[in-house]
């Protein structure tokens, strides 16, 4: 009997969909290449709008895994590595690139924070505990599509923005854990609420670009903010407690 449950789950169409799923993860780096070309156009509004579709696959991508059991039905096929190596491009790659096309940064200091972006996030990417079982991230998790979103909206000092990314490359390597908004189980549904609010902030900023009203790009930073406050809260809470 189990046998044969067995063999109606790993069916053709089940297969199908399992590699449906791994297909849908990759396209997010031909989102990212996409991105890449706006970029060195000088089209960041486009660049932008590919970087954000790219993040939609990847907050989608893991849900639709879990459902196909993707892990089970194709277990020579990895997954979480392919995640990786497209997350990689359109997190770090791409804003990187931004970082220095778009001259967020002094000149001087260019080249030292783009190859800190880039060999940060490297570390962060291979470390073992970079995903925790319990759903959080390790160290800063390498969000530089957004940070460079708003650094390049913000038009603040450029020596700031270079502060800024020198910082949280730094963050990459302590091992403070942050959320992770669709999965850290600790004040989800608050998490989920205030982050789809976010993304249509979001999404409306990158309809007004470049005339975003200072407003609405003030109080989209509600929901970063809450997201380091409540991982940082976290994070001492599960030191006090293993203590």
Known sequence: M???V????????????AWFVHLYTASGAFLG????????YNQYREAFFWLGLAIVVD??????ARRADVSRRLPHFNGAKLDDIVDYLAYVVVPACVVWNALLVPDRWALAVVAAM??????GFNRDDAKTADHFFTGFP?????VVFYLYLAGWPLMVNAVI?????????VPIRYIYPSRTPEYRTLT??????WGLQMISMLWLMPGVPPVLLWSSLTFPLYYVVLSFVLDRRRRAAAL
């Open 2 to 4: 189990e046998s044969g």
């Open 6 to 17: 067995s063999s109606r789950n790993d069916s053709r169409p089940h297969l199908f969909g």
């Open 33 to 40: 290449f996409l991105a890449l070309t706006r970029v060195f």
């Open 59 to 64: 907050a989608t991508d893991g849900l639709l």
């Open 118 to 123: 880039l060999l940060s996030s490297a570390y």
């Open 142 to 146: 390498s969000y530089w599509n957004i």
């Open 165 to 173: 990314l020198l910082g949280l490359a730094a963050l990459v390597f």
């Open 192 to 197: 989920s609420i205030l982050g789809a609010v």
